[in-house]
């Protein structure tokens, strides 16, 4: 057995020296090292961006999924490079991690990407496409730097995965958005999006502004009844100038102090960038963002904003998420009915 | 002649409904509009990106310089989106601008990206692989938002345009770094490297440590005879575990607080995240930066970083850049000597 390295690169078969994350193609035999955790797959929830791009490209999902996996060893989307998570139960604990606090039988979300998870498939058994989801006859590893959460016992696994998956968004808000702050959530309809205006809801206060845009206008009924938001702007999350107009209009004709894009098609960082004052924060979490469509992008409008690059892990953010369906029990509720029952 | 808007959606030809930047082709027909100024081009700097990818496809660069911009209507690079900026003097200012500080016959350097820049070349006069710089007989147009600057009457115009083609990066260092700050620049050796160095020195004073990591031995030598950092490494940027370890080596083992990508090549973006500790900046500034590979790269080693897309714009940036040389007579002496000499 080759020499471990806490990060996985023992995994990595090419290009030679890279993480596992950007190495084209991962060692996925199930021999787990002494600092690796060996899991049994029930569910891949795919990343959202990717899951949207191959229902694009193709009707049968399953067999592509397959492909990706049997040609790279882990599930990362070769177009939008992104992964997703997977919720299992503990099979073996290497030697190395036996001071855990993790028992064999205990079932886990990993909070790292599938695009760095060795991955094997014997069989897909089912495929939500209306949450994302996919289950799975599978086993996977987690690396010693690999993060995960035990899943909590006060709601069911369907419920917590959908949480976790977006997990980074709404723990970065809480550390970012202060009282008084006017804050854009592109994508707002989602449910990284739900959790971000839950939480940008509360920490605004009373003189802040929370404003959501959605596709649908459905999606504009379940937030206001909700109170997830302080007004919802139905519209095309691409065509920049809409967005800029409306987001103006709701917002008493100013500008914000931050945006979050948690939006899954790709085109629409002017849309994050155009609403936000000089000094305000872009916070940029959706999957499908263009590095240089952003930098070139608030350059070539001559805005001075902070662009920040959505961070999926940050200190304690699977327990600020997993407390935001606890304190709200209408965003709760909205997640019960579409991602699975309460316990 | 189509309305006219001030950040030139009025050129794209398509696809209909996008900002000029993201267009993939302008109308660089060269009748101003009204809130329109039309510059004669005299030189363009090519992204270093931009160029490096140039340069590594083809043996031909002003052939494939003409192919882009007679296909786009702009210099932008379709493998890196990149573009770069230009030098050239005004030749006539739409009749809305006519209250601006500028009169015809000034000489310029457009501050926007190339890359949304309407660009009409008539001929390639000379290439300067060494520089990235290409003198053109060529006519561009600049929007109504497009930001710029009068050249200085104190340097050579080959000496300003290298430095303000940077201008963004040092500029966001000046707001960013603080006394006692410990920061790894990543492509240390480069123009925009060493502008961020002698930014970074001034900044974290005698507390403080700054250290380059540059690919070439040479230019360990400069950066440390103009005193522009403490310590230099000598690496390949991409080797993320090699820069890693000589990163720690050089700062008492411990993490950096900031690091700056300035590099010009893919795949560096780990070798920024790595070696800087929880609760840090990890500020990426090079156009080769990809955005998933920074999103979840971070999320698959746990690092609580905060990465922040480099803007190419902030307030101030040409002053703050230009000063520097101006108050660097070694940093000077370097520029000069590369880019051209003193008036």
Redesign the interface.
């Given at each position: 057995m080759k020499k471990s390295c806490k990060?996985g690169?023992h995994r990595v078969i090419e290009p030679a020296?890279?993480?596992?994350?950007?190495a084209l193609r991962l060692d996925n035999d199930m021999t787990i090292h002494s600092n690796e955790i060996l899991i049994d797959v029930i569910s891949l929830n795919i990343d959202s961006a990717s899951f949207t791009q191959i229902k694009n490209e193709t009707t049968d999902i399953g067999a592509k999924i397959l492909e990706i996996v049997n040609q790279r060893g882990k599930m990362q989307n070769p177009v939008?490079?992104?992964?997703g998570m997977l919720i299992g139960t503990v099979a073996k604990i290497g030697s190395e991690l036996s001071n855990r606090d993790l028992r064999e039988g205990d079932k886990i979300a990993t909070?790292?990407?599938l695009?760095?998870t060795p991955l094997k498939i014997n069989a897909i058994k089912a495929i939500h496409t209306d949450i994302d989801r996919v289950d799975v006859d599978a086993q996977a590893i987690l690396f010693e730097?690999?993060?995960y959460a035990k899943l909590p016992e006060d709601m069911s696994q369907e419920l917590a995965l959908a949480a976790l998956d977006v997990a980074?968004a709404p723990a970065q808000m809480a550390k970012l958005v202060r009282p008084g702050d006017s804050v854009l959530i592109l994508g707002g309809g989602g449910k990284s999006g739900m959790l971000c205006c839950n939480e940008a809801m509360k920490r605004v206060g009373p003189t802040g502004r929370v404003v959501a845009v959605c596709v649908l206008e459905e999606d504009k009924e379940k937030l206001q009844a909700a109170g997830l938001c302080h007004e919802v702007i139905v519209a095309d999350a691409t065509?920049?100038?809409v967005i800029l107009d409306k987001a103006a209009l709701v917002n008493k004709g100013r500008e914000y102090d931050i945006s979050i894009n948690v939006v899954n098609v790709p085109?629409t960082e002017?849309s994050s960038i155009l609403p936000v004052r000089?000094g305000g924060i872009v916070y940029?979490f959706s999957?499908a963002?263009?590095?240089?469509?952003?930098?070139?992008?608030?350059?070539?409008?001559?805005?001075?904003?902070?662009?920040?690059?959505?961070?999926?892990?940050?200190?304690d953010h699977a327990e600020i998420t997993l407390a935001q369906l606890r304190e709200n029990p209408k965003l709760r509720a909205i997640f019960e009915e579409k991602y699975g029952g309460a316990v």
């Open positions: 990060y690169t020296g890279v993480l596992p994350q950007a939008t490079g992104s992964g909070l790292v990407s695009s760095l730097t690999g993060i980074g065509d920049a100038f085109g002017m000089n940029l999957m963002t263009s590095f240089t469509r952003a930098a070139l992008g608030a350059e070539g409008v001559g805005k001075d904003v902070t662009m920040i690059i959505g961070n999926g892990y940050t200190k």
